[in-house]
């Protein structure tokens, strides 16, 4: 009897060790994401303004788990070359995209997360852009992630 509480108790340690592994090690590769598109050399006239990081069912809550990293940029260039600079800069492994802010909320629709479009800066002027990614998470964490279950 003394074998099968030890035995349920390790096992319960196991699920429970697996399940926060699991966010830990996800929230990790979102914020891995993040650091890659802030270690962009920024082009000229550019500065970042805020950043953020997420992971979970960002865009479909019945879809796969999603890591997520973003850059809210100010810059006096134009759309179409910081769109080029983070494509020809992006670094192994991830692409990073650029939206102006204005654009964002079509962009992404109205079920991606107002506050991973830096809405709270909808008033901002014209020259406000979001250069942002998705990317892989490493196996099998996204597997040991309860959010990969329950939206």
Known sequence: MKFLKVFIAILLLAVVAAAISGVVVDNMTSSEIEGQIKAVELPANTSIDASISRTGK??????PLEFYGAVLLQSTNNYGSLKAHYSSN??????IQV????????????????????????????????????????TPFPMLDYRSYFG
């Open 90 to 95: 992006s670094p192994e492994g991830i692409s």
């Open 58 to 63: 960002l865009s479909d809550p019945n879809g």
């Open 99 to 138: 939206v102006s802010l204005a654009q964002a909320k079509q962009e992404f629709g109205d079920k991606f997360p107002e506050d991973l479009r830096f809405s709270h800066h909808d008033n901002a002027p014209e020259n406000y852009y979001i250069a942002y990614a998705f990317g892989l998470g490493k």
